[in-house]
């Protein structure tokens, strides 16, 4: 059985660097094309395995720096043959170009009403396709912090998909309500497509993405999908995610981690495809498929292998 996989990047400007003061062209460089490592980067790697991917660009900083950035990585995504999708942080839609992060709109989606809610969704659709996307169909809310109202808002919006569920961030941004262990697409207003989590100890859950779980960790996520034939696997990634927090020099453990998801990916693409939303695949929706169960020693690397990036590959250059 075939289970799709939906390679996912958040791109979107940190908001932390605007907060330091930086000014548009640093901020870009530091949260779109950090260390050699960014958009980029990505997009060629993803090129060399012929693998697709969907780029959920947050268009919302065009709204103190205006349209040229989001336009630039809405063209550099689209002409590197891979989909943009929506992202939204609803912080920036009353943000300020020059005073540090001073001004600022609530952080979470949930945080809004639902007709709050619709607003932002219509302009920040409007704004991605000002700068060039196709209109999209495809959502994800900036932290996970969607609710049940998010999902009335995007089908009033005209979207088919949602991917905000998170049960690793349950209760903390992510409040759908769906069961902290649902990985599998769930029909509802829209199509729930939950961001892929494993379970590292007894309860804790953690998500696929590419600072959060070792290579042998998303290998054996894989595995499991595939022998138990899942409905889907979603992954998340974000544009700076291979540099470090300060944008300045390559993490080598996630770039490393980068490569070897897409060379497991190319090898194994008969039986577990990316796919891109737009492509509009057939899923199986509604399937109780469970997320990889805990592994004591698994857990151990995986710890130990942070410690290596948090102490030497996180430093500042």
């Given amino acids: 059985m075939v289970t799709p996989v939906f390679l996912t990047a958040d791109i979107e400007f940190a908001w932390r660097h605007h907060a330091a003061g930086c000014d548009p062209d640093e901020l870009y460089r530091r949260s779109i094309e950090p260390a050699g490592v960014g958009l980029g980067f990505q997009l060629e790697t993803l090129r060399r395995r012929d693998l697709k991917a969907c780029f959920f660009v947050d268009p919302m900083p065009a709204v103190p720096f205006g349209l040229d950035p989001i336009r630039r990585i809405v063209d550099t995504v689209l002409e590197a043959g891979q989909e943009v999708q929506l992202h939204l942080h609803p912080n920036w839609a009353i943000a300020r170009a020059d005073d540090a992060g ?74 759908l309500s769906l069961a902290r262990r649902c990985i599998s697409p769930v029909a509802g207003a829209v199509i729930e497509v939950p961001v892929t989590v494993i379970e590292d100890s007894p309860g804790s859950l953690r998500t ?69 939303f737009k492509d509009r695949p057939r899923l199986r929706l509604d399937a109780d498929d469970a997320p990889l169960g805990p592994d004591m020693l698994r857990t151990r690397w995986r710890q130990a292998e942070q410690l290596w990036s948090n102490w030497v590959a996180e430093r500042v250059a």
Avoid at 119 to 128: E, K, N, P, Q, V
Avoid at 238 to 247: D, I, Q, S, V
Avoid at 259 to 267: F, G
């Fill in 102 to 175: 001073e001004r600022y709109g609530r952080f979470q989606l949930h945080e809004y009403d639902f007709d709050e809610q619709c607003a932002l969704i219509a302009g920040a659709t409007d704004l991605l396709v000002a700068a060039g996307a196709p209109p999209p169909i495809a959502f994800r809310a900036g932290n996970y912090g969607a609710d049940d109202d998010t999902l009335r808002a995007l089908a009033t919006n005209g979207f088919v998909y949602d991917s905000s569920h998170n049960g690793a961030q349950a209760s903390l941004t992510s409040r």
């Fill in 208 to 276: 696929f993405q590419l600072c959060a779980l070792s290579s042998g960790e998303a290998s054996d996520a894989l595995d499991h999908a595939a022998a138990a034939g899942h409905a889907a696997v979603t992954i998340v990634s974000h544009g700076f995610e291979l540099a470090n927090r300060a944008g300045t020099r390559a993490n080598m453990v996630h770039v490393r981690r980068f490569e070897a998801l897409c060379d497991l990916l190319d090898d194994r693409r008969d039986e577990l495809p990316t796919v891109h």
